[in-house]
């Protein structure tokens, strides 16, 4: 069952210091702050009750939601900068990103920093925070952590602006927020109770029903203009490419392409058949 109390303490000191320094040097409000990245997804896996071990990372990376790119530079003009990113921060001695998010987008999902040539895609993150959970750290600090649909919101818009430049990293992620729901006993006892239509429109593959339950919460998350605009993006993807590094994932010995086909077109059922995932692969 997803709770948070799952979380080890000691998965939470790095981003205890990251926060805590962050509030304390630049007044940047707790509130407006959002885990995302690795550590976020490290967090959702502990959360689940999962124990296996993930591929680690020193770097967090954080949203924070601002006004506009004055306030963006008012906090960040605080910090030593870490590499040449525009928004990598050295931060309690961490690389940190802080991606700006919020009154700054224009349009929405885009936000654009003075002096910096490219716009930065931040597209959901507005509609993931505003449905996050409060995480309470070590130290007090707080901080917003988006829900595991929140989470395979991001990742799905990641595959779909990263695969088009044939980087392939996210299928992993996206494998691993699948599992959580096809491995969660709470989820299995729920496609055998309340949510029997889901377990029978997937011809009793609970592995496929509980991404149909996770699609339905993506949706959710996302609200129709934003569902819309995802399934755009998706429309320039190939379900092959993401399948085969979805089941190398599982199982680099032995990948199960069709099973993996079957499932990421019932996670991405708020498409409705669209040119991306048509109803004929179905």
């Given amino acids: 069952m997803f709770d948070l109390g799952n ?90 990103d802080v991606v700006p998010f919020g009154g700054i987008e224009h349009p929405a999902g885009t936000a654009r920093l003075p002096g910096r040539r490219e716009s930065i895609d931040v597209f959901g993150f507005q509609e993931v925070f505003d449905r996050s959970d409060e995480l309470t750290l070590p130290g007090g600090s707080r901080i917003a952590l988006p829900t595991p649909a929140g989470y395979a919101v991001l990742k799905v818009k990641a595959w779909a602006d990263r695969s088009a430049h044939f980087e392939y990293k996210d299928a992993s992620d996206i494998a691993t927020l699948c599992s959580w729901y096809q491995r969660d006993p709470e989820i299995g006892k729920l496609l055998y109770s309340t949510r029997l239509d889901l377990l029978q429109r997937a011809e009793l593959d609970t592995d496929v029903a509980a991404l149909y339950l996770l699609s339905e919460e993506i949706a959710e998350v996302l609200g129709a203009e934003r569902e819309a605009e995802l399934t755009a993006a998706l429309e320039s993807t190939d379900l092959g490419i993401l399948a085969h590094h979805f089941a190398k994932a599982r199982s680099s010995s032995k990948p199960n392409t069709a099973s993996a086909t079957s499932e990421l077109i019932a996670l991405t059922d708020f498409t409705q058949g669209s040119a991306a995932f048509p109803p004929d692969r179905r």
């Fill in 7 to 96: 979380v080890e303490p000691s998965s939470l000191v790095l981003l205890d210091r990251v926060v805590a320094e962050l509030s304390s040097l630049t007044g940047a409000d707790e509130r407006s702050l959002m885990l995302i990245g690795a550590h976020c997804r490290d967090l959702l896996h502990q959360a689940f009750g999962r124990t296996d071990t993930m591929r680690s990372t020193d770097d967090v990376d954080v949203a924070l939601a601002v006004s506009g790119p004055a306030e963006y530079h008012r906090i960040t003009s605080a910090l030593p900068r870490s590499g040449a990113t525009d928004v990598r921060y050295s931060v309690a001695d961490i690389p940190v």
